[in-house]
């Protein structure tokens, strides 16, 4: 038979196991929940590039969207790009040369969202060196 002092041992054990294991329970499930948050749903944006540098483009890509050839003072054709920020990594022929501008990553961004974008190609200057710039996307007025 057990004693007094035992069975008080004994449950007072029961009730820190019970207590503990309620604890890490209970911090599991958080930690499952905080890992799924509720977003609502990134709409595409209706984007397009206009070629401000004074040289055709060829072979135009903003992140992973194609949108061929744009002339010199032209503009390509929208296309749904999902999400969409108010910069973009840009990857460009010119003369034969391929450019790339990537962005470091999207922190902080926010999609632009519905509505219709452009995207303005430039060139610029760095010493001896040409490159292209990508200007930060403005809104279409007109749809």
Request: charged residues 20%; glycine residues 6%; aromatic residues 14%.
């Amino acid at each position: 038979m057990e004693t007094e002092a035992e069975q008080a041992h004994f449950g007072s054990w029961s009730i820190f196991s019970f207590v503990s294991s309620a604890i890490i329970l209970i911090a599991f499930i958080v930690a499952i929940f905080s890992m799924y948050r509720i977003h609502a749903p990134i709409e595409a944006s209706m984007v397009r590039v206009a070629n401000e540098t004074g040289l055709p483009l060829q072979n135009v890509r903003i992140n992973s969207v194609f949108f061929g050839d744009v002339p010199v003072d032209g503009v390509s054709s929208y296309q749904a790009l999902t999400p969409a920020y108010r910069y973009a990594a840009l990857h460009v022929d010119v003369a034969g040369k391929k450019f790339d501008l990537v962005p470091e990553d999207y922190v902080g961004e926010t999609p632009l969202g519905r509505g219709k974008f452009t995207y303005r190609v430039r060139r610029q200057y760095d010493d001896t060196t040409m490159y292209f710039d990508l200007q930060d996307a403005t809104r279409d007025t007109t749809e």
